[in-house]
Each structure stands twice: as structure tokens, then as C-alpha cells.
């Protein structure tokens, strides 16, 4: 999808809270991935942390951090992960549902059709 619209849409992941620190909600499957890292307190630690995400993901799109004080995935709504698209009037056109269950890219993709209209 970034590589079909990237002409015309900006793409980004903000990097939020992290769902499953050491010193919080630990999952056995990450421990056994070799994903062992305390929550950030800190711009630099989270930033750190998602710099580390993205390059073991090998994520092309750009990445952007939400600040320690969880302003955007308080606003968005986006823990654990979710869908938005930014309509050409600034305001919010898609919002999917909740992840993991509500994380649906290809109702993104539909909304980004219908955003920009024919071709």
C-alpha cells in the first residue's frame, strides 16, 4: 500500500507507548525473540527503543515518536496499534478499529481510494 500511494499519500508510524515492556505486560513470544526492553521514561530512551523497532522490522515508512507523556495514543486512541488517514482538509476520514483484532489495512487502502478519487 505505502509503495502504491507513496506519490500521493505521506505515510508514517508513530511509535507510542510500549505494549509489552519488561517492567510491565511481558510476553514469553518476545522474550523467546530476543525483545527484552524496559518502558522508556524518557523522548531519548523511547526514541532509542523505536529506532531499534524499526531497524529489526526494517520499516521503510518514517517513524514518529509520541512524547513519555502518551499525548497522541491518549488523543488517537492508538494503543495497542491503529489505522488513521488524514484527509486532504486535515481532519480524520479513517479511523480503524482497535488492534490487534480491528488492524484491517485493506479498509485503509479503501478509504485512501476514496480520498483521492479516480485516478
Known amino acids: 500500500m505505502h509503495r502504491r500511494f507513496a506519490d500521493r499519500v505521506a505515510f508514517f508510524v508513530i511509535y ?10 511481558v510476553l514469553e513470544s518476545n522474550r523467546s525473540e530476543g525483545i527484552a526492553v524496559l518502558d522508556p521514561t ?15 522490522l526494517a520499516l521503510t515508512i518514517p517513524v514518529l515518536l ?20 488524514i484527509g486532504k482538509d486535515g481532519r480524520i476520514t479513517f479511523q480503524g478499529g482497535e488492534g490487534p483484532f480491528g488492524f484491517k489495512p485493506e479498509e485503509l487502502e479503501a478509504a485512501i481510494e ?6
Do not use: N
Open 16 to 25: 507510542i507507548k510500549e505494549a509489552h515492556p519488561e517492567d510491565g505486560w
Open 42 to 56: 524518557t523522548e531519548p530512551q523511547r526514541g532509542l527503543v523505536a529506532q531499534v523497532c524499526a531497524t529489526k
Open 66 to 85: 509520541d512524547g513519555p507523556d502518551d499525548a497522541v495514543a491518549a488523543h488517537y486512541g492508538g494503543w495497542p496499534d491503529r489505522l488513521y488517514l
Open 114 to 119: 476514496l480520498e483521492l478519487g479516480p485516478a
